[in-house]
């Protein structure tokens, strides 16, 4: 496990709902959004990740230009994607943009590159789902070439190639910290450690140990590949109240509502209440109260080895005022008790310790 774990913030953004039950409009989300941020800037949250989609239930199409309004109002908060489908989006005007985030931000923007669970971007922006993998996988390439910010000779089947050619601006300081977002294909850890890029496991459902072989199988490549080791994080949902009852009643009909209406899409049947209560109590929700959620999130560091842990917070019609109680528990509560147990745990197994000078 990582010294420095960081504990972040995701959210896609979701059309949230008034108290009677309308939703909000677009862009009253995306402001909203950028005061949630603003309000885990000042409880000391690590980053905050803003999905990109492009249909009507999620308001963040354009991640980069709220992460640049969020810039101008917060002053330490890393600011990222989660994700950027890469696969319908030019890697070239990705860079810049997330340069330029850099750039207004003093430093503080990354991204996750993947290909997205979701598909509208694909016809909205002119590309054959036929090529799934292999836009990724090209884009992915000539991204990778960038981050090197050296002056780019590259060719590939899907675009035209380049010479010699630079790409600006330039990051002022360092690289830009770039992850690969993955889902649970081994083809993608494998992927992300060719490629030496950090780690994002999406792990939305089931309980979080399963994904330990990946863990290993991404460890190993590195190894093989002769690669340094690279941070790991997980991006999974959850909700803080405070208490565990009332964190899963209030949860519980805007989780079930934003679950089956993606359901619906993928063929999946309806959420059922034991289901949700079963992903709360042993799975990937991260539901409860802050000493709960604390508990479940330093359990997971644990078992996966994680240099990140991000809470998605938002979840379908779920109001903003709720979401900003959440963030201030998560703040406030969950991430002390996380580094708590963690120390504590590291105290425990090194006892010698106490006796060196």
Do not use: C
Not at 344 to 356: A, I, Q, R, W, Y
């Amino acid at each position: 496990m990582a010294t420095e774990l960081e504990l972040g913030l995701d959210t896609f953004g979701d059309v949230t709902a008034r108290a009677d039950g309308t939703p909000l409009s677009h862009a009253q989300v995306i402001r909203n959004v950028i005061d949630e941020a603003v309000l885990a800037d000042s409880l000391g949250i690590d980053f905050i990740g803003l999905g990109e989609h492009h249909r009507a239930d999620f308001a963040v199409s354009s991640p980069e230009v709220v992460l640049a309004a969020i810039a101008a109002r917060t002053k330490r908060i890393r600011l990222g994607s989660a994700v950027t489908v890469l696969s319908s989006d030019d890697p070239i005007r990705v860079f810049q943009r997330f340069a330029t985030l850099d750039a207004v931000s003093n430093g503080r923007a990354e991204v996750i590159l993947g290909r997205g669970s979701f598909t509208e971007s694909f016809p909205l922006f002119g590309f054959e789902l036929d090529q799934y993998e292999k836009l990724f996988e090209e884009k992915l390439d000539l991204f990778a070439a960038l981050i090197g910010q050296q002056a780019v000779t590259w060719r590939g089947t899907l675009r035209p190639p380049l010479h010699n050619q630079r790409v600006f601006p330039p990051i002022e300081t360092g690289t830009l910290k770039t992850w690969i977002g993955v889902g649970g294909s081994p083809e993608s850890v494998v992927r992300a450690a060719r490629y030496g890029l950090p780690l994002m496991l999406a792990i939305i459902g089931g309980e979080p140990d399963r994904f330990v072989p990946y863990v290993d199988l991404y460890h190993r490549a590195l190894d093989q590949l002769g690669k340094p080791v690279l941070p790991i994080g997980v991006h999974s949902p959850g909700y803080v109240a405070g208490s565990d009852e009332q964190a899963r009643e209030e949860l519980w009909p805007d989780y079930k509502k934003m679950r089956d209406r993606i359901g619906a899409e993928r063929g999946w049947p309806p959420m059922q209440r034991a289901e949700f209560d079963r992903e709360a109590a042993t799975g990937s929700l991260y539901v409860g109260s802050p000493e709960t959620v604390a508990r479940k999130i330093a359990s997971t560091v644990r078992a996966l080895g994680l240099a990140r842990f991000d809470l998605k917070y938002s979840a379908g019609g779920l109001s903003h005022e709720k979401l900003m109680r959440s963030i201030d528990l998560y703040g406030s509560k969950v991430i002390p008790l996380v580094r708590k147990l963690l120390a504590e745990e590291t105290h425990d197994s090194n006892p010698v310790s106490e006796s060196l000078p």
